[in-house]
T-cell receptor, first 115, second 111 residues
């Protein structure tokens, strides 16, 4: 069975602070994919990143960065110099290699950025 | 390019009523799926499809039916609505190896 754990329910920061969101996953698949999605207050789901299990390189995209560590089954997400527009719920999700289109989501982390 | 289109966006049902949430995609994606989102629980998979004529159950399928007669459409049917089905519903589609594209969501209240 697959499982995604986002232990942080809510994180509150002041603008320009860095925020790190934790994601721990469980899977028996040797090939799998990890995702992060953002859900702003308007409710839509916005794709942020996809990483496959064979690619452990960390990635930086603007103010966003991701740290994938297979040894600890973690795929953490950092927002550098947070902005009010970063306020949203962030979901980590997992898909097995032979079950494309089926995502197992974590419960989500609410990020609140205040001016 | 419309992407994934869900209708209706908002719906109020009485217990026992039936309804269909419509989902259509114009990207020729083979994979389509329905999720429900409840507070504190993330999104949970209801049903999914790997192509026209092929559907399977997800984590929470009870009370819902689906069919996939075409690549483009994947309707979700509630046969006899219950208050426990009050939720936000998201339809998604993807191609093999691609990211899931989500619709804007459908807010359903069962009273």
């Amino acid at each position: 069975a697959q499982k995604v754990t986002q232990a942080q329910t809510e994180i509150s920061v002041v603008e320009k602070e860095d925020v790190t969101l934790d994601c721990v996953y469980e899977t028996r698949d040797t090939t799998y994919y990890l995702f992060w999605y953002k859900q702003p207050p308007s409710g839509e789901l916005v794709f942020l990143i996809r990483r496959n299990s064979f690619d452990e390189q960390n990635e930086i995209s603007g103010r966003y960065s991701w740290n994938f560590q297979k040894s600890t089954s973690s795929f953490n997400f950092t927002i550098t110099a947070s902005q009010v527009v970063d306020s949203a719920v962030y979901f980590c999700a997992l898909s097995g290699g032979d079950s494309w289109g089926k995502l197992q989501f974590g419960a989500g982390t609410q990020v609140v950025v205040t001016p | 390019n419309a992407g994934v289109t869900q209708t209706p966006k908002f719906q109020v049902l009485k217990t026992g009523q039936s309804m269909t949430l419509q989902c259509a995609q114009d990207m020729n994606h083979e994979y389509m799926s329905w999720y429900r989102q409840d507070p504190g629980m993330g999104l949970r998979l209801i049903h999914y499809s790997v192509g026209a004529g092929i559907t399977d159950q997800g984590e929470v399928p009870n009370g819902y039916n689906v069919s996939r007669s075409t690549t483009e459409d994947f309707p979700l049917r509630l046969l006899s609505a219950a208050p426990s089905q009050t939720s936000v519903y998201f339809c998604a589609s993807s191609r093999t190896g691609g990211r899931l594209e989500f619709g804007e969501g459908s807010w359903l209240t069962v009273v």
